[in-house]
């Protein structure tokens, strides 16, 4: 009996520490910090073309940048959260900022499928927009903001969690991201 007893006082653990471990997994309630790369096209190609004929502009550009943020269960499965972001870009974006709110929910297995909306300011590179580096744009106000709507996933592998998004400032612009993040 001893044995018994003392076979099942090992392996409870055992048994309660996966299960423990995926109920962490569906009822989201952490912090996250993620580093992330992707595409953001400004999609005014075509209007600039239009409006000065003969211009050739370059209005996409990689972004690098960090996003961090804190989901809270508001349900079962279902979760709401805030996310800050910042980005640097190498071609027609300086940089870019935002904050959203986000609303999702959790599946079984951990992964967190969320749509969000937001305010995203982006500081544009006029002189790499235009290809004119000789120009002086100090003038010009080369901010803007407004309105970002979007859709994303986490997918978790542990701790950690591999992330996509897909975003659009003001129906705009269009802009993809591919991320790794850890959870705390």
Not at 31 to 55: K, M, W
Not at 91 to 120: C, H, N, T, W
Not at 141 to 147: E, H, P, R, S
């Amino acid at each position: 009996m001893r044995k018994t007893v003392l076979a099942l006082a090992i392996a409870a653990p055992a048994i309660a520490l996966p299960t423990a471990a995926q109920a962490q997994d569906v009822v989201p309630g952490s912090g996250f910090v993620a580093v992330t790369a992707g595409i953001h096209d400004l999609n005014v190609e075509d209007e600039v073309q239009a409006a000065v004929v003969g211009l050739e502009i370059n209005d996409s550009s990689p972004i690098f940048g960090i996003a961090a943020g804190y989901d809270v269960p508001v349900g079962t499965g279902l979760f709401a959260g805030v996310e800050g972001n910042f980005n640097l870009g190498t071609d027609a974006i300086d940089s870019e900022y935002g904050l959203s709110g986000r609303l999702g929910f959790a599946m079984p297995g951990g992964a967190k499928v969320y749509g969000r909306v937001g305010y995203q300011w982006i500081d544009l590179d006029l002189n790499a927009i235009t290809g004119a580096d000789d120009f002086d744009f100090s003038d010009f106000d080369d901010t803007d903001g407004d309105v970002m709507v979007g859709a994303g996933v986490d997918v978790p592998l542990g701790k950690t969690f591999i992330r996509a998004n897909v975003d659009t400032v003001s129906f705009d612009t269009l802009r993809g991201t591919v991320g790794v993040g850890m959870r705390f």
